[in-house]
């Protein structure tokens, strides 16, 4: 599901920055100047979260918004497309389905009984 996504301008980023209080969302530590920090969606855009200001909070670049990413938001997209998948239908069955099978073939003649006719080889030496 690829989702188109905004362009934050600075001024709407700064907007955010100040409603948080300048906090990190994730660890609630204090972004000091110069630090880098992102915009994170509280409510993951795959998970249905909206695009908007208000789910979208800052986090601290690296340790912060990358763990959570890693940790919390794939793992819990991955459970709603599993869940997702069950719902309609659209999982591959737990086992073959079996099928009818051939019809049982009558037994052999000659394959377990041995042969009792003698060759005569075709030349005297």
């Not at 989702?3 to 972004?31: E, M, P, Q, T």
Request: charged share 25%; glycine share 6%; net charge positive.
């Amino acid at each position: 599901m690829a989702v188109a996504r905004k362009r934050w301008s600075a001024k709407a980023r700064l907007r955010i920055f100040l409603a948080h209080d300048g906090r990190c969302h994730v660890c609630s530590g204090r972004i000091t100047a110069g630090e880098a920090w992102d915009l994170d969606h509280v409510i993951p855009l795959a998970l249905y979260g909206d695009d908007e200001e208000h789910n979208l909070a800052p986090a601290h670049k690296k340790g912060c918004h990358a763990g959570k990413t890693a940790k919390a938001d794939v793992p819990a997209i991955a459970k709603a497309k599993r869940r997702e998948i069950a719902h309609v239908g659209a999982s591959a069955p737990k086992r073959p389905i079996q099928s009818r099978g051939f019809a049982k073939a009558a037994p052999q003649r000659r394959a377990s009984t041995p042969l009792t006719k003698q060759c005569n080889p075709p030349f005297n030496r």
